[in-house]
């Protein structure tokens, strides 16, 4: 009797119908947001190339347990970013005028956890060894990013380099002390409409 009193009771319990699980949408990102995530890769460029408080300003950059992953090594948490910071990220060299890192095209969306983006870079050498005007440098890529919102504002959760295809492997920062890039061969003397390369140049 007790049996059948249950398998009425359930047989009276109103069916509802069954709901997958959705995952969660991510959270809109605001005005505010997109700015301070803009300011973030900005700083990001000035770190790099100043090399600032002992390779501080950059890892100050990136969430506590942030990391980067470069071709010249990978760290995480900030005592090992700035300590990769100042032997150089992309390379070794400090631009002797402070200035050679240009992001730009900086795409950033909203996803679980924060934001990601992506940001091309390209990379010019100004003044070097005095010279007036500057020339491209043979490395460039682009990065891709994942950010966090901290109690200090949005920092790097994640941010790798990720050079071109055309752009020889470059020698670990523990494996040298110090790397350089050889000088750029003079450009050979050309007819019109053949291909030179790419020269920033001073002021005539």
């Known amino acids: 009797m007790k ?7 359930l047989l009276a319990l109103p069916l509802v119908p069954y709901q997958p699980l959705r995952a969660q949408a991510p959270a809109a990102l605001t ?12 700083r990001y460029a000035f770190a790099l190339d100043t090399r600032a408080n002992d ?18 090594g990978s760290a995480k948490g ?4 700035a300590e990769l910071a100042r032997s150089g990220i992309i390379t070794a060299k400090k631009p002797d005028v402070g200035v050679s890192h240009f992001g730009m095209n900086h795409v950033v969306e909203p996803a679980a956890g924060g ?7 390209v990379m010019v050498d100004i003044a070097e060894g005095g010279k007036p005007g500057g020339d491209f440098s043979s490395i460039g890529g682009h990065y891709e990013d994942a950010y966090v919102k901290t109690a200090t504002g949005w920092r790097f959760k994640r ?22 890039r050889p000088p750029a061969a003079s ?5 019109a409409g053949e291909d030179r390369p790419a020269t920033i140049t001073g002021p005539s």
Do not use: C, H, W
């Open 3 to 9: 049996t059948l009193s249950i398998a009425l009771l």
């Open 31 to 42: 005005a505010r947001d997109r700015i301070e995530i803009n300011q973030l890769a900005a």
């Open 55 to 72: 390779g501080m300003a950059f890892a100050e950059l990136f969430a506590p347990d942030g990391e980067f992953v470069g071709v010249r």
């Open 78 to 81: 900030r005592d090992q970013l």
């Open 115 to 121: 934001a990601v983006g992506k940001e091309y870079l």
């Open 159 to 180: 941010r790798q380099f990720i050079p071109m295809k055309s752009v020889a492997p470059l020698p670990q920062s523990a494996a040298v002390a110090s790397v350089t």
């Open 187 to 191: 450009a050979p003397v050309t007819a």
